[in-house]
């Protein structure tokens, strides 16, 4: 059965400093995604990494993939009060392109 | 086309009365997805189409849940008898055959079954 782990899973961090959530997972897949939900809200997707050292970024989020060590990170740079959000990992099952296992998720508050 | 679009937002329930869920997907993508997320926990899958096709199911999705896609456009969730712990967020999310471009999710329909 395929695992997803997110840590941390609370993250309260000033605006303008710098930080890293982690998501690992415990079987091989090819296919990792990154998103985004506000509360009461639905997902946004982020990043969709699709091979071993695929780096994506947009403005201040970056994500990276490391399929031999089953880790992907998302990095935030300078944070600012507008990403507060829960960020959510989801990989793949290898075999199941259609079948998404997600992690708990990374609840993100920048403070002022 | 704006969108994932599900129909209802809310849904309030009796337990044991039966719900159904609409979900419209973007128009040209022709795989199409069920998630249910409880609060606090990361979206469960629940299964998926290709067109009209119902290629998964969950193992979560007990024989009180159904799912369908005539024609491969909208899908239909229904849950018969209801529990209380069938109350959750319902997602509905679909997207191309070239998985490149992830999946694109709907607002979702939230129930509560009291």
């Known amino acids: 059965e395929l695992k997803v782990e997110q840590n941390p899973l609370f993250l309260s961090m000033q605006e303008g400093k710098n930080y890293t959530i982690y998501c690992n997972y415990s079987?091989?897949?090819?296919?990792l995604y990154w998103y985004r939900q506000d509360p009461g809200k639905s997902l946004e997707s982020l990043f969709v990494?699709?091979?071993?050292?695929a780096v994506k970024q947009e403005g201040r989020l970056m994500a990276s993939l490391d399929t031999k060590a089953r880790l992907s990170t998302l990095h935030i740079t300078a944070a600012v009060h507008d990403l507060s959000a829960t960020y959510f990992c989801?990989?793949?099952?290898?075999?199941?392109?259609?079948?998404?296992?997600f992690g708990d998720g990374t609840t993100l508050t920048v403070k002022p | 086309d704006t969108g994932v679009s599900q129909d209802p937002r809310h849904k309030i329930t009796k337990r044991g009365q039966n719900v159904t869920f609409r979900c419209d997907p973007i128009?040209?993508?022709?795989?199409l997805y069920w998630y249910r997320q409880t609060l606090g926990q990361g979206p469960e899958f629940l299964t998926y189409?290709?067109?009209?096709?119902?290629?998964?199911k969950s193992r979560l999705l007990s024989d009180r849940f159904s799912a369908e896609r005539p024609k491969g456009s909208f899908s239909t969730l229904e849950i018969q008898r209801t529990e209380q712990g069938d109350s959750a967020m319902y997602l509905c999310a679909s997207s191309p055959g070239q998985l490149y471009y992830g999946y694109t999710f709907g607002s979702g329909t939230r129930l509560t079954v009291v």
């Open positions: 128009s040209e993508h022709n795989r």
């Open positions: 079987t091989t897949s090819d296919r």
């Open positions: 189409f290709q067109n009209e096709a119902q290629l998964e």
């Open positions: 990494l699709l091979s071993n050292g």
């Open positions: 989801a990989v793949d099952y290898p075999t199941n392109a259609g079948k998404s296992t």
